[in-house]
T-cell receptor
Framework: AQTVTQSQPEMSVQEAETVTLSCTYD???????LFWYKQPPSRQMILVIR??????QNATENRFSVNFQKAAKSFSLKISDSQLGDAAMYFC???????????FGKGTSLLVTP | ETGVTQTPRHLVMGMTNKKSLKCEQH?????MYWYKQSAKKPLELMFV???????ENNSVPSRFSPECPNSSHLFLHLHTLQPEDSALYLC????????????FGPGTRLLVL
C-alpha cells in the first residue's frame, strides 16, 4: 500500500515571503502521479499542482512550484510571494497509473501573517 | 468553482433518519468518487464509479449506499447512521481512472445526532 507523509502539521509564513511544505511517499510503483491540493476554510478541495513521476522537470504553476526527488520519494511544495489568500490546509496526494483513489497525507495547515 | 456541485452543503440527521447526498459534475467526466474526511484523519476513499459501474467499494458499512444513475450524477444514500459517521463527505470526478486529476466538490458537512 502506498503511504503519504506530511511531517509538518502546521507552518507559518509572512506575507510576501517563501515557504516550503514537505511531503514524502512510499511506493513500489514506477509510474505514478503526485498532487498538491489546497483546502481553505470553505472546505473546497482545490488542485494546486500536479507532477508526473516520469517527468524530470519540476512542475510550476505561477507562485507554486515543486521539488520532486524521485529517488528520495520526496515531493515538496514551494509557495513564493505568499499571500493572505494562501492560508489553508495543504494536502499532498499520490495516485498510480493502475489505481483508483488518491492517497492523501494528513495535511499541513499554513498560516499567512501580515 | 470546479464544475462539481454537491447538495446539501450541511445536513443534520438523527440515527434513525434516511437521507441522500447528491453530487453532480458538469465536466464531461466518466469517473466519480465519494471520499470521507474526518477530523485528524486523511481523506478516505469510499466508492468509485467508472462509466456508471462501481469499481471500488472500500470496505464501507452497508448503512452507506451509493448510486450512480448516469455519468454526471452520484448519490450517497444514508440510513441508520452512527455519530462517528459525522464528517465532511466530498465528491470528486475525473476524466478517467488512474493518472487523471480529480476535481472536488465543496462537500457536505454531515452531523449525526
Amino acid at each position: 500500500a502506498q503511504t503519504v507523509t506530511q511531517s509538518q502539521p502546521e507552518m507559518s509564513v509572512q506575507e510576501a515571503e517563501t515557504v516550503t511544505l514537505s511531503c514524502t511517499y512510499d511506493t513500489s510503483e514506477s509510474d505514478y502521479y503526485l498532487f498538491w491540493y489546497k483546502q481553505p476554510p470553505s472546505r473546497q478541495m482545490i488542485l494546486v499542482i500536479r507532477q508526473e513521476a516520469y517527468k524530470q522537470q519540476n512542475a510550476t504553476e505561477n507562485r507554486f512550484s515543486v521539488n520532486f526527488q524521485k529517488a528520495a520519494k520526496s515531493f515538496s511544495l514551494k509557495i513564493s510571494d505568499s499571500q493572505l489568500g494562501d492560508a489553508a490546509m495543504y494536502f499532498c496526494a499520490y495516485n498510480s497509473n493502475s489505481g483508483y483513489a488518491l492517497n492523501f497525507g494528513k495535511g499541513t495547515s499554513l498560516l499567512v501573517t501580515p | 468553482e470546479t464544475g462539481v456541485t454537491q447538495t446539501p452543503r450541511h445536513l443534520v440527521m438523527g440515527m434513525t433518519n434516511k437521507k441522500s447526498l447528491k453530487c453532480e459534475q458538469h465536466l464531461g467526466h466518466n469517473a466519480m468518487y465519494w471520499y470521507k474526511q474526518s477530523a485528524k484523519k486523511p481523506l478516505e476513499l469510499m466508492f468509485v464509479y467508472s462509466l456508471e459501474e462501481r469499481v471500488e467499494n472500500n470496505s464501507v458499512p452497508s448503512r452507506f449506499s451509493p448510486e450512480c444513475p448516469n455519468s454526471s450524477h452520484l448519490f450517497l444514500h444514508l440510513h441508520t447512521l452512527q455519530p462517528e459517521d459525522s464528517a465532511l463527505y466530498l465528491c470528486a470526478s475525473s476524466h478517467g481512472l488512474g493518472e487523471e486529476t480529480q476535481y472536488f466538490g465543496p462537500g457536505t458537512r454531515l452531523l449525526v445526532l
